[in-house]
């Protein structure tokens, strides 16, 4: 088969479709988003009909993948970092259950933030599920992690967790292929009880958990993809985890490597191959993409044992993402750096589309919010986020998706009256709505806005599972009929905008405000894909 | 042989469609090539980057390390000097002349022209003007691959390859717009590609 130029998340889908994948589940997020993209437009996954629809949040695609492993098939679930803490409860607990059809559950991080509000490692997730991990260092590696990932998976019963990383994911290079495997059969689990978690049977799967950890272990140790390359200076090892394992032959180029190398990308780590690279050199040096966990590990408490020099001692910066200089240095190579970046250049943050309606809205909310001060606008993750720079400035906070609200209500309590929150309509479903609950049960003075521009942009656009339902779902919830109400932001409706806006504010309950028009690229992207269809 | 190549602009200048022809390029001569692309929150209207790799052995590293870009090929002029300390002592940059003022705070234009005339390699390229001149406005990205060509390790019939594979779909006049484009630039290249 020929090889494919693929990025690093596509060749993952790649390798679950060939793998006999039957479905994905998934929420929007950088930089995971394309691995069900690619799942969504590829010809066998659709001839296969594989499940490929975009979920509410990353819970509801960790169940149902969860859900779809029971019934005997492979299924992959996917996300970015932060992803894996809304799924958290079904992710932990699916360690426990253990799967039927073979379970993968891919997680993107993203060191350096180039997306994201934190830089967390899923790696330590894997090792506080107590699950085989996968971390692969090309994009050759993610499409054989994902193809031979169910049958770890399905060999031990257990879900398998593959972590990857921004560089790697949203990097293209050629990639080989295998032969396209079946599709799994409907089958039940063996064990009727396996899937039900009451204390009594929960206790048994815990215990058969525990012990798997030496089968994980040994499936570990000898992994293909935990290779110890010999080297004649024993001044120091390597351990070089993921993507770091490319800098680091990137700094030698031509020559081998005089240095042991321990390159990592199964864990739990491989004790034995660990002892032998302690045993037989001087002084380790550790490079992992992301958080220092196996140098916390290997130096311990009290660090008694063989010097080792990583992220904790400095020798590589403690936060951030790796990059081939930053390994140079930490081998004591000397930098090639000839020019430096001359001083006189203005940043260019990313803006809000010219034309998008979240500016027109906050715009109004500025005018709106003049009476009663600034300091009380608790806003979210999408596009609005950046109502935070200049020229809005207009919200305070940003924490979680859904902490909108909820902090709100909370600031409402403390007495911040009116508190105003600024949500997405994709972010009001994925969790939003149980905060409003809590808000309408209280009947807190809130006025909460939810941004409804038809799509989840901030990720590149994909469905909304909120599209055409939000005032239904309000009214359910409770949110008085009045109270709810809708413009489109535009800037010839700037007077309607503010006068909504400050009567709401003014309103002592939950008030629920929706600036409604469709984002303009995804409009631009539907206008230009209605005329490819007339023309055809 | 190989070739790193820092790609530059700003969101929505269509980098990536540059990316993409040199990566069929390269893939017709079978050279490896590896590309990490900037996806996300750069993309609106910030600053964007991506590092495209190619070579005859198997490329390592995703990123290139610093001081080792052959080329930085920038779409936009202040964009080409952000990245600079990628660039090798014998680096060229080839940049696009038109800046794209999205910010209130851009440099005065002379001064960011003056330090790319300041490298001893250096193309500065209207590839705005050159691309309506030759009567296809939108093709002023190809106009700036065609000038980057000579500093590019592929043959350049492999480039006229790859134009007629990505805008095939297009129709042959797009295909001839971007073709005349890319000869454009490259001898735009090649009368000022003299050394200082
Ligand atoms: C838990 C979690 N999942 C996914 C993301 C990635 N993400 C950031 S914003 C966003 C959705 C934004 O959609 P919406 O709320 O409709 O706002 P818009 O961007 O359309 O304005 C997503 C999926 C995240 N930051 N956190
Ligand atoms: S992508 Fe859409 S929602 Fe996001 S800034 Fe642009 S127009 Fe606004």
């Known amino acids: ?536 | 042989m190989k070739t790193d190549i820092v790609l530059a602009g700003v969101g929505g200048q269509g980098i990536l469609s540059i990316a993409a022809t040199i990566g069929m390029a390269a893939t017709k001569d079978n050279l490896n090539i590896k590309q990490a692309e900037v996806h996300g929150m750069s993309q609106r209207g910030g600053a964007v980057l991506s590092h495209m790799r190619i070579s005859e052995k198997e490329i390592a590293s995703d990123l290139i390390p610093e001081g080792y870009a052959d080329l930085i090929l920038s779409v936009e002029p202040m964009e080409s000097l952000r990245y600079l300390p990628f660039l090798n002592a014998n680096g060229w940059i080839v940049a696009n002349s038109t800046p794209y003022i999205n910010i209130p705070d851009y440099p005065d234009i002379k001064r960011i022209l003056g330090e790319i005339e300041q490298h001893a390699n250096h193309i500065l390229i209207d590839a705005d003007h050159i691309a309506k001149e030759i009567g296809s406005p939108k093709s002023s990205n190809i106009v700036m691959l065609g000038a980057a060509s000579p500093f590019i390790n592929i043959p350049f019939e492999s480039f006229l390859e790859g134009i007629k594979l990505i805008f095939g779909k297009k129709g042959d006049k797009v295909v001839n717009d971007n073709i005349a484009a890319l000869h454009a630039g490259k001898s735009f290249s090649e009368k000022h590609s003299v050394k200082n």
Not at chain 1, 3 to 14: F, N, R
Not at chain 1, 298 to 312: D, H, T
Request: hydrophobic share 35%.
């Open chain 1, 1 to 536: 088969m020929q090889k494919l130029p693929l990025l690093g998340a596509e060749a993952i889908a790649q390798g679950a479709i060939d793998g006999g994948m039957s479905g994905i589940y998934a929420y929007p997020g950088t930089p995971s988003t394309e691995i069900t993209e690619y799942v969504q437009i590829n010809k066998t996954a659709k001839e296969r009909k594989i499940h490929s629809r975009w979920s509410t949040n990353e819970k509801t695609a960790m169940e149902a993948a969860l859900g779809m492993s029971y019934a005997g098939k492979r299924a992959m679930v996917c996300m970015k970092h932060v992803g894996l803490n809304v799924a958290a409860d079904a992710f932990m607990n699916s360690a426990i259950t253990g799967v039927n059809g073979g379970l993968l559950v891919t997680v993107a991080d993203d060191p350096s933030m180039h997306s994201s509000q934190n830089e967390q490692d899923s790696r330590y997730y894997g090792k506080f599920a107590m699950i085989p991990t996968l971390e692969p260092s090309n994009q050759q590696e993610a499409y054989e992690m994902a193809y031979h990932g169910f049958e770890l998976s399905e060999k031990y019963q257990t879900p398998v967790l593959i972590r990857i990383t921004t560089r790697l994911a949203h990097s293209r290079a050629a990639v080989g292929r295998h032969d396209v495997k079946n599709e799994n059969k409907l089958v039940l689990p063996q064990d009727p009880k396996q899937f039900i978690l009451l204390p009594s049977i929960a206790r048994g799967r815990y215990k058969n958990l525990l012990g798997n950890q030496a089968n994980f272990l040994l499936s570990s140790e000898e992994s293909v993809y935990n290779q110890y390359f010999e080297g004649k200076d024993k001044s120091m090892g390597i351990i070089a985890c993921g993507i770091s394992y490319n800098y680091l032959k990137e700094n030698f180029r031509d020559e081998d490597i005089a240095y042991p190398v321990l390159k990592i990308g199964q864990y739990p780590i491989p004790k034995s191959k660990i002892e032998k690279i302690a045993n037989e050199c001087n002084k380790l040096l550790i490079l992992e993409e992301g958080y220092p966990l196996i140098e916390e590990m290997i130096k311990g408490y009290l660090a008694n044992g063989i010097k080792v020099n990583g992220r904790l001692d400095g020798t590589l910066p403690r936060d951030g993402e790796l990059n081939p200089t930053i390994v140079a240095k930490s081998l004591g190579l000397s930098g090639t750096k000839t020019f430096d970046i001359p001083d006189f250049l203005a940043n260019r943050p990313p803006m809000l589309c010219q034309g998008c309606g979240h500016a027109d809205t906050y715009n109004a909310l500025n005018i709106a919010l003049n009476n009663y001060g600034k300091g009380r606008v608790f806003s979210d993750i999408g596009c609005y986020t950046l109502g935070a720079l200049p020229p809005f400035e207009t919200i305070d906070s940003c924490v979680d998706m859904g902490a909108s609200i909820t902090m709100a209500k909370g600031a409402a309590d403390a007495g911040l009256i009116p508190a105003v929150a600024f949500i997405g309509d994709s972010t009001f479903t994925h969790s939003g709505i149980t905060g409003l609950i809590d808000a309408v049960k209280e009947k807190s003075h809130v006025t909460i806005i939810i941004a409804d521009n038809f799509t989840t942009a901030m990720t590149g656009g994909q469905e909304s599972s909120a599209t055409g339902k939000i005032e239904d779902i309000c009214q359910g919830i409770g949110v008085e009929p009045e109270h709810i109400r809708i413009f489109v932001p535009l800037k010839k409706n700037m007077d309607e905008m503010v006068r909504i806006f400050k009567e709401e504010m003014a309103y002592e309950g939950v008030s629920v405000v929706i600036p409604r028009r469709e984002c303009i690229q995804t409009l631009a992207k539907r206008k230009k894909e209605a005329k490819k269809k007339i023309l055809n």
